[in-house]
C-alpha cells in the first residue's frame, strides 16, 4: 500500500503563487504515475496533471502555462507549483499514485486526503 499526504494548501490572493507537496510512504518502489486532481463540492474531482516516474508530464488545458509538475523521486515527494492563480482555482487538492501489480498492466490508485486551496480576489 502507500500512504500520501498533501501540505502547502491555503489562502493566496489572486495572480500569486502556492506550493503543494505531496509525499508516499509504503510501498513506494512500486509506484509509477502521479498526479493532482482537484475537486470542488459537488463536481466530480478532475485531473490537474499528472507525471510518470520518468518526468512526462501531462495538464489540464486550464492550467497549462501557470502550474508546473514536478517530482523527487529520491524523496517520494510530488509538488505542483501555482503559479498566477485564479478564484476558479479553488478546490480541494488530491494527491494520486498508481501502484503497479506485478505481472499485470493494471496500477491500482491511491489518494491522499486532500489539501483546501483558495484563491480570493
Known amino acids: 500500500q502507500v500512504q500520501l499526504v498533501e501540505s502547502g494548501g491555503g489562502l493566496v490572493q489572486a495572480g500569486e503563487s502556492l506550493r503543494l507537496s505531496c509525499v508516499a510512504s509504503?510501498?513506494?518502489?512500486?509506484?509509477?504515475?502521479m498526479g493532482w486532481y482537484r475537486q470542488a463540492p459537488g463536481k466530480q474531482r478532475e485531473l490537474v496533471a499528472t507525471?510518470?516516474?520518468?518526468?512526462?508530464?501531462n495538464y489540464a488545458d486550464s492550467v497549462k502555462g501557470r502550474f508546473t509538475i514536478s517530482r523527487d523521486n529520491a524523496k517520494n515527494t510530488v509538488y505542483l507549483q501555482m503559479n498566477s492563480v485564479k478564484p476558479e482555482d479553488t478546490d480541494v487538492y488530491y494527491c494520486?499514485?498508481?501502484?503497479?501489480?506485478?505481472?499485470?498492466?493494471?496500477?491500482?490508485?491511491?489518494w491522499g486526503k486532500g489539501t483546501l486551496v483558495t484563491v480570493t480576489v
Open positions: 509504503g510501498s513506494t518502489r512500486s509506484v509509477s504515475a
Open positions: 494520486n499514485a498508481n501502484m503497479r501489480i506485478p505481472g499485470l498492466p493494471n496500477t491500482i490508485p491511491y
Open positions: 507525471i510518470t516516474s520518468g518526468g512526462v508530464s
